[in-house]
Nanobody
């Protein structure tokens, strides 16, 4: 059974940076796509960054330039570099993946989430 586990969350001040990691229990090259989602208090979970098995990336416009998704296949890990953090970035961050090649993407595998809290 595929397992994903996030790490790297915590409490930071506005303007600081964090790097989140997502470790997979198997080769991430088996996933068609991986992504980072987040859920802020009182809001729906939202997908904001994805990376395909070929390395093509997508970042939602509002986060471009501050957040970067990347992967290390040798380590079977997905990462999220977050810079210039703002209080509104406070959320639980989840990594997710799927092996299904279909549009729209349907993420089948999820991590447990890691809390990121940004103080002003």
């Amino acid at each position: 059974q595929v397992q994903l586990m996030e790490s790297g969350g915590g409490l930071v001040q506005a303007g600081e940076s964090l790097t989140l990691s997502c470790a997979a229990s198997e080769s991430i090259s088996s996933f068609v796509i991986m992504g980072w989602w987040r859920q802020a208090p009182g809001k729906e979970r939202e997908l904001f960054a994805t990376i395909t098995s070929r390395g093509s990336t997508f970042h939602t416009d509002s986060l471009k330039g501050r957040f970067t998704i990347f992967r290390d296949d040798a380590k079977n890990a997905l990462y999220l570099q977050m810079n210039s953090l703002k209080p509104e970035d406070t959320a639980v961050y989840y990594c997710a993946a799927t092996k299904r090649l279909e549009i729209p993407y349907r993420f089948d595998y999820w991590g447990q989430g890691t809390q990121v809290t940004v103080s002003s």
